[in-house]
């Protein structure tokens, strides 16, 4: 059983930063590309950040870039999303999402999914 767990979601200004986690097995956390997506209330689930590590390229949303920053700590086996200068826009539920490393990003090619946790910015 693959499991997921997100944390570091909360509420924040407009302007501030906040940091998630999503943790998973050191086998999970291997053999799978580890990424984000986000969906807001009314609108499809969109990706935000994501590796092709066979490609060596990391990919980010529009809306995003030069804000955001994914990592990852091979020795936690958990990725990070840094979100920088939040915008209203950014609230959104934020899934941790893994795809097999051979596939691109999309919401068909994730092959797991964790709970979701919400990200609420104020303006």
């Known amino acids: 059983q693959v499991q997921l767990v997100e944390s570091g979601g909360g509420l924040v200004q407009a302007g501030g930063s906040l940091r998630l986690a999503c943790a998973t097995s050191g086998r999970t956390f291997s053999t799978y590309d580890m990424g984000w997506f986000r969906q807001a209330p009314g609108k499809e689930r969109e990706f935000v950040a994501g590796?092709?590590?066979?490609?060596?390229?990391?990919y980010y949303a529009d809306s995003v870039k030069g804000r955001f920053t994914i990592s990852r700590d091979n020795a936690k086996n958990t990725v990070y999303l840094q979100m920088n200068s939040l915008k209203p826009e950014d609230t959104a539920l934020y899934y941790c999402a893994a795809k097999e490393i051979r596939r691109n990003w999309s919401n068909e090619n994730v092959n797991y999914w964790g709970q979701g946790t919400q990200v609420t910015v104020s303006s």
């Open positions: 590796p092709r590590r066979i490609a060596g390229i990391t």
